[in-house]
């Protein structure tokens, strides 16, 4: 599903406000944490989980330290 979301400042931070029946669909409340990831297409929200950031923190590892070889791969 595709919906438009409004963002308004939040103290020093901009925040986004999902729609409720989205929220509901997603099973999120309000304290909940999502995980934020930047893409060439945007931004993806997924719902926290501890797994998915360990595998997110080992595959930016990995970039880094792979960082010649994915650039000379890449071309």
């Known amino acids: 599903?595709?919906?438009r979301v409004?963002?308004?400042?939040a103290g020093g931070?901009?925040?986004?406000?999902?729609?409720?029946?989205m929220a509901d669909r997603l099973k999120l409340k309000a304290g909940d944490t999502v995980i934020?990831?930047?893409t060439d297409r945007g931004?993806?929200?997924t719902?926290?989980?501890p797994e998915t950031e360990e595998a997110l923190a080992i595959a930016a590892e990995?970039?880094?330290?792979?960082r010649n070889a994915l650039r000379e791969l890449a071309k």
């Not at 409004?6 to 400042?9: A, C, H, I, V």
């Not at 990995?62 to 792979?66: H, L």
């Open 47 to 49: 719902p926290y989980d």
């Open 1 to 3: 599903m595709v919906r």
């Open 36 to 38: 934020a990831v930047e």
């Open 43 to 45: 931004i993806l929200l």
């Open 62 to 66: 990995a970039a880094r330290r792979y």
């Open 6 to 9: 409004n963002l308004r400042q």
């Open 13 to 21: 931070s901009i925040a986004a406000t999902l729609p409720k029946d």
